[in-house]
């Protein structure tokens, strides 16, 4: 769905400042709607712009998985009416069953060395739906551009505030007061943003943050039918329970979606120069088949196997997507420009949590620009803009980047490579031998560990701190 371009502020001569976001996707628009909820009109409208490089708002994308703190936001926007009324259930308080970690790297059948229990219930938010209740909630203040892909942007540096000229593909531009990078891992706002500093300043240091780089992992996904896979094996383990498959330095995850089964193979392979990995140079995606995956598990155990053989045959269907992740940031915001969702933090999925980030830099990003004290200068003072962004980078980016370095850590867990736990390998840590029982057992309490901050949550707590440094102003 997407809002026409005649959707137009009628009341311009209000116009307390303009906001360009660039990308529709989950942080844009949660951005967009977190603006049109909190702007009071009595203190001036804010005109926010969004421009979306595809022809149409993608709805392209695994589920997002919603924990608490997400929710809390979505339920602030009105989510939680929207999903009832849609019969989509909605998240809860309390513990809920997770995947169970099982050990398959063997011919013979593996076993099982954690059962996984969420400290949270999470939703599993269907991305269309999701894109379609956050358009449901832009203001008549708010339009959305279509087929158009940033370039570049210039700020113009004036006696009272910096105006900022977008630069598209199609040789057209547009003008803003501030401009918001939701444009994803391959933003151009965060290479514009880096690269004009290390040309401007001569330190070459800031061009490494320009570019996403690859984050080591490959992953290969390809639907599973249920009734294919019933049919050859009625009480196969993975039809009613999520399962995650460990071994050496890649893992699968199979979730029962329904009508199929989703399949998700991850690899550590951390140099893609070598022969056998050179097609994924320089690529976000590449075509697989259920033969390639196959043979990436050769000698797992026949469980395993089981599932994988019945992985859709058309090729069209089985991927191979090359991860990028954004190297920690030493800041997010310089003047008027910010970045937020993956263009900031861009991280490894092996938490769920890359999306709810995503909602969490939008939503107090979006109720500091709507809060009366954001404002451009004026002949008694000057404009507040720049200090409201770095108040946003202040309590966002360090929590995003905590959270996108346990991502991180999760995948070395499941893959036997943790530090202290490192089992098959190279590494100076590492053991020989593949983990004991016991040694998996202390895995798994790691993992189940590592997802406890996920039941915590406060924003409207976290915002009345943000709130009392923006009332020192």
Known sequence: ???????????????????AIVGCGIGGLTLAA????????????IKVDMYESKSEVSVIGAGVGIWK????????LGFEEELVKRGVKVPVDGESRG???RKSDQPTPGYDFHDHVMPYGPLGLHRPTLLEILQSKLSENCTIHTSKALVSYTVHAGDNDSGITLHFADNTTAEADILIGADGVYSATRQTMFSGLAEETGNKEYTQYARAEYSGTLAYRGPVPTEKLKEKYPQHIVLNRPKAWCGKSQHVITHPLGPYIGIILYMYRPDLSSPSLARFQNQSVVPSSRDEVLALCEGWEPELREVLECIDPDPLKVSCWVIHRVKPL??????????????????????????GQAIEDAHLLGRLLAHPKAALSSPSR???LPIILKLYETFRLPVAQKAAKASYDNGLMYEFNYPGLVFGGSQPDANSRGPTPDELQVLGERI?????????GDVEGDWRKTEAE????
Not at 69 to 76: A, K, N
């Open 99 to 101: 995947p169970i970690f």
């Open 470 to 473: 923006l009332e020192k102003m």
């Open 34 to 45: 977190t603006i049109s909820k909190f702007t009071s009109e009595q203190d001036g409208i």
């Open 330 to 355: 030493p800041f997010c915001v310089l003047g008027n420009v910010g970045l937020i969702g993956d263009a900031a933090h861009a991280m490894l999925p092996h938490q769920g949590v890359g999306g």
């Open 382 to 384: 000057p404009s507040t």
């Open 69 to 76: 703190r997400s929710w809390q936001v979505l339920q602030d």
């Open 448 to 456: 189940g560990e590592s997802f406890t901050w996920l039941k915590e």
């Open 1 to 19: 769905m997407d809002v026409p371009e005649t959707q137009r502020n009628g009341r311009k001569n209000n116009v307390r400042f303009r906001v």
